[in-house]
C-alpha cells in the first residue's frame, strides 16, 4: 500500500512559479517509479511528467518540457514538480501517482499504469 499527499499548490500569476510536492507512506517508494498528471473541468487527466524510481529517467509532455522538472528524494519518500514559467493553461489540479508495475502499452503516459494517487492539489495562473 501505499499512501500520498499533495501540497504546494495555489494562485501565482503567469510567467511565476510554484513547487509541488507529493508525500508517499509505505516502505516501497524508493522502488517505485512515479508520476504527476493534471486535471481541469474542460479536460481529462492529462499526464505531465515522470520519474523512475532510482532517478535515472525522466519523461514529460511535450506543453511542459523546459518549464517543469520532476524529482524525488527517496530518503524523504517525496517527489517534487517544479514550475517555472506557469501559464493559465497550466490551471488544473494536480494529481502524484505511483507506479502499479504493469506497463501498459500507453506507459508511462496513460494513467492505468498507476495503481494509487493523491487527493490532488489545485494550481490556479492567472493571466
Known amino acids: 500500500q501505499v499512501q500520498l499527499v499533495e501540497s504546494g499548490g495555489g494562485l501565482v500569476q503567469a510567467v511565476g512559479s510554484l513547487r509541488l510536492s507529493c508525500a508517499a507512506s509505505g516502505r516501497t517508494f524508493s522502488s517505485t517509479a512515479m508520476g504527476w498528471f493534471r486535471q481541469s473541468p474542460v479536460k481529462e487527466r492529462e499526464f505531465v511528467a515522470y520519474?523512475?524510481?532510482?532517478?535515472?529517467?525522466?519523461f514529460y509532455t511535450d506543453s511542459v518540457k523546459g518549464r517543469f522538472t520532476i524529482s524525488r528524494d527517496n530518503a524523504k519518500n517525496t517527489v517534487y514538480l517544479q514550475m517555472n514559467s506557469l501559464k493559465p493553461e497550466d490551471t488544473a489540479v494536480y494529481y502524484c501517482?505511483?507506479?502499479?508495475?504493469?506497463?501498459?502499452?500507453?506507459?508511462?503516459?496513460?494513467?492505468?499504469?498507476?495503481?494509487?494517487w493523491g487527493q490532488g492539489t489545485q494550481v490556479t495562473v492567472s493571466s
Open positions: 501517482a505511483a507506479d502499479r508495475g504493469m506497463y501498459y502499452s500507453d506507459y508511462p503516459r496513460g494513467p492505468r499504469n498507476y495503481g494509487y
Open positions: 520519474i523512475t524510481r532510482n532517478c535515472d529517467s525522466t
